[in-house]
């Protein structure tokens, strides 16, 4: 599909020479990606990461398929075989265990290698992705959806559909492996898949598209509300609870959230929420309260700093000598 490879050679993404990790699981989304950047980049700066997780019968099957491609395109394939120890059993634990592994794997090579990391997203996905955080964690950044860059994570097919990248593999004689988890309803995006999806494209045949059209506009509007926070913070990394109780509500919650977020140098979910907490910060003295996402925010003489909650650690509290006129909040 050559009208792929330009939509994504003008995305700007992927650019001849520039290195590239691929994630590279062995399933449709992910072998037109890998095709695709080996296209655009050039086999010499393109890698593969297979994350062998050897759960499933068909695990090293789908690792020996995944070789055999990299070696019919050129391309240097990692293996990595992450093993769990203890933690919860359940479908939900388990997929968040393995995301964490193979996306520090990617991050390692990447930084070894001076490479972008790039993720089989697709519009497909970015759909399922929003509806599901806005039943798991409303906020703004939930209908914002997936960017197509995030640092170093690239997102090359994020404005195609799942249709579309099998096509391309069809066209390109590139075969790919079915996982059966993701047709279990164990898990929760396959239930919005399976389930909700459908059910709201019978409410209306252009649903899914609609999301993706209000996630537009939304990131749009979130560039001007971003230049209202910036006017608020001025370049500082703290707020005075004063200056902080005087905005109003909405902004107060952004600009809690954009000092947490920045604190932990990522998103900090579910902070928002306590944004009148924060404000109500002592003036005097040392005030901690810890808050979702492991971020603490810290008042000296009313001066508002945010940081990561020390591991068993607790804020200074009323009787620790420090002038701390409240205790620390619990979560």
């Given at each position: ?5 330009e939509?994504?050679e ?8 520039r290195?590239?990790?691929v994630?590279?699981?062995?399933g449709r ?10 296209r655009?980049a ?21 690792e ?5 491609l990299?070696e019919r ?8 075989r992450?093993v769990?120890v203890?933690?919860?059993?359940s479908a ?5 265990w393995?995301?964490d ?18 993720v089989?997203?697709?519009r ?20 914002l959806g997936?960017r ?8 090359p ?9 099998g ?5 390109r004689?590139l ?5 059966e988890?993701?047709?279990?309803v164990?898990?929760a ?5 399976r389930?909700?999806i ?18 537009e ?5 979130a ?11 001025d370049g500082?990394?703290e707020?005075h609870v ?5 905005l ?5 919650r952004?600009?809690v959230?954009?000092l947490?977020d ?13 944004a009148?907490?924060?404000?109500s ?6 005030f901690s ?9 810290t008042?000296?003489?009313g001066?508002?700093r945010f940081g990561r909650?020390?591991k068993g ?15 620390e909040?619990p979560?």
């Open positions: 599909m050559s009208d792929l490879v939509a994504v003008g995305g700007g993404l992927l650019a001849r020479g290195p590239v990790v994630m590279y699981s062995g989304d992910s072998t037109c990606l890998l095709d695709l950047t080996v655009v050039g086999a010499e700066v393109v890698s593969a990461l297979h994350v062998n997780y050897g759960t499933r019968g068909a695990s090293d099957a789908d020996r398929h995944c070789a055999k990299c395109l050129g391309v240097q394939l990692d293996v990595r992450p769990r203890g933690g919860s059993q939900g634990n388990f997929q968040a393995a995301r592994e193979r996306y520090r794997a990617a991050a390692d090579l990447a930084v070894a290698r001076e490479a972008d990391v790039a089989g997203h697709t497909s996905d970015q759909v399922e992705t929003i509806i599901y955080r806005l039943a798991s964690a409303p906020s703004r950044r939930a209908v997936m197509p860059r995030e640092g170093a994570l690239i997102r097919l994020l404005s195609f559909s799942r249709e579309e990248t096509q391309y593999c069809t066209q004689n075969r790919w492996r079915e996982d988890s993701n047709d279990s164990a898990y995006r396959n239930r919005i898949r389930e909700l459908p059910a709201l494209e019978k409410i209306h045949p252009a649903a899914a598209d609609n999301v993706l059209a209000l996630a506009i939304l990131r749009g509007e560039e001007v509300l971003d230049e209202l926070v910036d006017g608020v913070l500082h990394d707020i004063s200056r902080l109780g005087a109003s509500p909405a902004l107060r952004l600009v959230q954009r947490a920045d604190a932990i140098d990522g998103p900090a979910a579910g902070v928002a929420r306590r009148d907490e924060v404000a910060m002592a003036l005097h003295g040392t309260l810890d808050l979702p996402s492991g971020v603490r925010a008042a000296t003489d001066v508002v909650t020390p650690g607790r804020g200074p509290g009323p009787g620790d000598g420090d002038g701390t006129t409240r205790g909040a979560n």
